[in-house]
């Protein structure tokens, strides 16, 4: 019975591992994109999953991080993400960060992208943030 039930945990944690091709989460809800040197406002339900969206290409020098955490009681963080866009070297993709809309309120979400750079004292001038404004609403 130990064994069996040792199986069943293993198993459902390897899926919560390894669902949605080696992704965290299994779906990215709604998507909002962004980019270096942007504010773009996000309007959300309570209960919505949303993920922040940033081209991304970690082989050409690209090292996106969040800040700092948004208001965990207007927006839970769950994930950071990588998309690759192909199979050549180089190709680039997408990078999600992804959260959870809690309660009615707004916060602010700030992600940098360390453009070859190791941390944010050493940025390079191609470096930047990519802001965006969350508002939870109540309903729709």
């Given at each position: ?70 208001d965990p009681k207007v927006a ?50 191609e470096s930047g943030e990519a ?10």
């Amino acid at each position: 019975m130990k064994r069996a039930l040792l199986a069943l945990l293993v198993g459902a944690t390897g899926c919560l591992t390894g669902c949605g091709a080696g992704s965290a989460v299994s779906h990215y809800g709604t998507v909002i994109e962004g980019a270096v040197g942007t504010t773009t406002r996000v309007e959300v339900t309570k209960g919505q999953r949303f993920s922040l969206a940033v081209p991304d290409n970690p082989s050409v020098g690209d090292n996106w991080d969040l800040v700092e955490l948004p208001d965990p009681k207007v927006a839970s963080y769950i994930s950071e993400e990588y998309e690759s866009g192909g199979e050549a070297p180089g190709s680039g993709g997408t990078g999600y960060f992804v959260f959870n809309a809690k309660w009615p309120g707004t916060t602010e979400v700030r992600l940098f992208n360390c453009w070859r750079c190791s941390d944010r004292a050493k940025a390079t001038p191609e470096s930047g943030e990519a802001i965006f404004s969350v508002t939870v609403n109540d309903t729709e």
